[in-house]
């Protein structure tokens, strides 16, 4: 195991190509690293030997880089597969670069961005969050901040989001159990259901069914379609602008080609 002091500002900067990482943090001013075998063969144990973990001073903080490259020549499911274990101190900033290797966050982080192709993303309290995964899963239990999502074919569930949240999707599904400041989501085939949303909401989708709980007391101004698909709602529609011209209003706009469409005011505040 490595361990750095690290008072300050703290970003975590990871790139491995097959394995996992494990994040944690905890209330102590330091990094520990450290490099875990999950294959038995030569090449895993070559590229731990050879992997770089570094720190560099960054401003009035600190930047730790772990670093296992691939090695050229390798036949496809002979590679290293590592298992990187990092405690570091609550709100540090992570960069992942990534193959197939899985991300699971415990504690809370700060800006979290991660490129995968084909691992998952497993992270429990976030500031921020951006993720461009091709078939890989994401779970968040809260972001913060703003969330930004590209998956191919990976699901992405999400407890929370904060800020705003924009998310491009393929064939995956797209779960928010709060989208506290809207959302503008581009799917094909994934369904997305939001079970509590405010501010403006925009989801355009070709095949996929589309739910929506728009919170209470919300004014929505709404622009909703589908060529094929049923449209159900429980808002309440009015052709008429509100009587007070300062009453702020929100912009609710969903297109589907042959996607179910349901919209519905959220239970409770």
């Known amino acids: 195991m490595t361990a750095f002091e690290t008072p300050g500002d703290v970003l975590l900067r990871v790139s491995i190509e097959g394995g996992d990482v494990v994040v944690e943090t905890g209330a102590d001013r330091r990094v520990e690293v450290e490099l875990v075998p999950l294959r038995d063969n030569d090449v895993t144990r070559q590229a731990i030997e050879d992997a770089r973990v570094e ?19 390798l036949l496809i499911g002979r590679g ?9 101190p609550q709100d540090s900033d992570l960069v992942l670069r990534a193959g197939s290797a899985d991300l699971h966050g415990m504690g809370s982080l700060g800006t979290v961005d991660v490129k995968t192709a084909s691992g998952d993303v497993t992270l429990e309290r976030i500031a921020r969050l951006h993720v461009d995964t091709a078939s890989g899963d994401v779970r968040a239990l809260d972001v913060d901040g703003a969330t930004e999502l590209r998956t191919a074919s990976g699901d992405v569930i999400l407890r929370r989001s904060g800020g705003p949240l924009t998310a491009n999707l393929v064939s995956g599904d797209l779960s928010v159990d709060d989208a506290a400041a809207g959302l503008e ?17 925009r989801v355009q989708s070709v095949s996929g069914d589309v739910e929506l709980a728009v919170k209470p007391g919300l004014r929505l101004y709404v622009d909703a379609s589908s060529v094929s698909g049923s449209m159900t709602t429980e808002l309440e529609l009015e052709d008429s602008l509100p009587a007070d011209p300062t009453a702020q209003v929100h912009e609710l706009r969903v297109r589907t080609i042959s996607g179910d469409l349901r919209l519905a005011r959220a239970v409770g505040g």
Do not use: M, Y
């Open 55 to 73: 720190l560099v001073a960054r401003g009035g903080g600190h930047e730790v880089i772990v670093e296992l490259k691939r090695r050229p020549g």
């Open 80 to 88: 290293p597969k590592v298992g990187v274990r990092i405690r570091c």
């Open 185 to 201: 989501v581009t799917t094909v085939s994934g369904d997305v259901r939001v079970r509590a949303a405010a501010g403006g909401l």
